[in-house]
Nanobody, 124 residues
Framework: QVQLVESGGGLVQAGGSLRLSCAASGLVFSSYTMGWFRQAPGKEREFVASITGSGSATYYADSVRGRFTISRDNAKNTVHLQMNSLKPEDTSVYSC?????????????????WGQGTQVTVSS
């Protein structure tokens, strides 16, 4: 049974930082592209960042590029999202997801497994 468990969310002031983590189990972790998505109340789910199984390639939404960094540790089956210079518009529930594909990693329907999500709230 595949499980993805996020942690690290919380309340932070604008300009601050948070580091999200996602621990995976039940899958061959290094074979999966990992992604982070977010969804705020009343809004559609939004791609944030993704990283290929080897970690050799990363992709970011324009809204977070230069502020967020995705990384992974295949020895520990974890993926991280370092979020710096946070803005109130970053407030959302952040979820990690696993995809068996190298392609269309910005598309949520490419992802097979999802975590429950962790709340990030950025105050102004």
């Amino acid at each position: 049974q595949v499980q993805l468990v996020e942690s690290g969310g919380g309340l932070v002031q604008a300009g601050g930082s948070l580091r999200l983590s996602c621990a995976a189990s039940g899958l061959v972790f290094s074979s999966y592209t990992m992604g982070w998505f977010r969804q705020a109340p009343g809004k559609e789910r939004e791609f944030v960042a993704s990283i290929t199984g080897s970690g050799s390639a990363t992709y970011y939404a324009d809204s977070v590029r230069g502020r967020f960094t995705i990384s992974r540790d295949n020895a520990k089956n974890t993926v991280h999202l370092q979020m710096n210079s946070l803005k109130p518009e970053d407030t959302s529930v952040y979820s990690c997801a696993a995809s068996p594909s190298l392609y269309r990693t910005r598309a949520y329907d490419s992802y097979r497994y999802w975590g429950q999500g962790t709340q990030v709230t950025v105050s102004s």
